[in-house]
C-alpha cells in the first residue's frame, strides 16, 4: 500500500536553480494538493487539480507551477528558487468530487534555498 | 477569510491525563478535519466531521455547529500519542471545483512518561 509517495525527502538548492517535486499516488484519486508549511503557520495550498489536465491556483501560487497529464502523478515545480521558498511540501490526494473523504498525506519534501 | 485558531499551541501532559485540543473556526463550514503529524513529518487524518461527535480508539471528535467549535480528545494519554494535531476546515464558499482546505497552525502536545 504505497499511497501517496513523494521524492525526494530532502534537497538544497541554490538560489536561481530550478527543480520539479515529485507527486504520485495509486489509489486513483482524482483530487490532488500540493501545500507548504512553514514555522508558525498553517499548511498553504500553492497548486491543486481536480483530475488529470486540470489544474488551478490555490493560496500562494507564484514561483510555482503543476501540471497533471495523468491521475497518478502531479508534480511541482519550481522555476528559479528563491530562499522564500525554503519549506516543507506536501502533496495530498482524496477521492471523489464532495468534502466527505479524507485527505492521504505524502511524507513531506524538505526543501532548503540558499 | 475564514479563520482558524487552535489552542492551547503547546501542550505537555503527564501519561494517563485527559487531553482536549480546541478549535474555532469563524465562518460556516462544510467540513472539518483532525490531523496528526508526526515528529518525523507524516500526516494522517483522524476524522472528519461535519456534525455530532465521532470516536476511534482513545481519540474522540466533537463538533458544535452553531458555535463554530470543534474538540479533539484524548483519553489515557500516552507517550506515542506526542505529536501536533492540525484542525482544518472547508468553508461553503469553495465550490465544487476549490479543495481549498485553511488549516490552523497546530497543537504541539508531548506527553511524558
Known amino acids: 500500500n504505497a499511497g501517496v509517495t513523494q521524492t525526494p525527502k530532502f534537497q538544497v538548492l541554490k538560489t536561481g536553480q530550478s527543480m520539479t517535486l515529485q507527486c504520485a499516488q495509486d489509489m486513483n484519486h482524482e483530487y490532488m494538493s500540493w501545500y507548504r508549511q512553514d514555522p508558525g503557520m498553517g499548511l498553504r495550498l500553492i497548486h491543486y487539480?481536480?483530475?488529470?489536465?486540470?489544474?488551478d491556483q490555490g493560496e500562494v501560487p507564484n514561483g510555482y507551477n503543476v501540471s497533471r497529464s495523468t491521475t497518478e502523478d502531479f508534480p511541482l515545480r519550481l522555476l528559479s528558487a528563491a530562499p522564500s521558498q525554503t519549506s516543507v511540501y506536501f502533496c495530498a490526494s482524496r477521492t471523489g468530487r464532495w468534502d466527505n473523504q479524507p485527505q492521504h498525506f505524502g511524507d513531506g519534501t524538505r526543501l532548503s534555498i540558499l | 477569510k475564514n479563520e482558524v485558531e487552535q489552542s492551547p499551541q503547546n501542550l505537555t501532559a503527564q501519561e494517563g491525563e485527559f487531553i482536549t485540543i480546541n478549535c474555532s473556526y469563524s465562518?460556516?463550514?462544510?467540513?472539518l478535519h483532525w490531523l496528526q503529524q508526526h515528529p518525523g513529518g507524516g500526516i494522517v487524518s483522524l476524522f472528519m466531521?461535519?456534525?455530532g461527535k465521532k470516536k476511534h480508539g482513545r481519540l474522540i471528535a466533537t463538533i458544535n455547529i452553531q458555535e463554530k467549535h470543534s474538540s479533539l480528545h484524548i483519553t489515557a494519554s500516552h507517550p506515542r500519542d506526542s505529536a501536533v494535531y492540525i484542525c482544518?476546515?472547508?468553508?461553503?464558499?469553495?465550490?465544487?471545483?476549490?479543495?481549498?482546505?485553511?488549516f490552523g497552525k497546530g497543537t504541539h502536545l508531548i506527553i511524558q512518561p
Open positions: 482544518a476546515v472547508r468553508s461553503w464558499r469553495a465550490g465544487g471545483g476549490a479543495d481549498g482546505l485553511t
Open positions: 466531521l461535519s456534525s
Open positions: 487539480s481536480v483530475g488529470a489536465g486540470i489544474t
Open positions: 465562518v460556516g463550514i462544510s467540513a
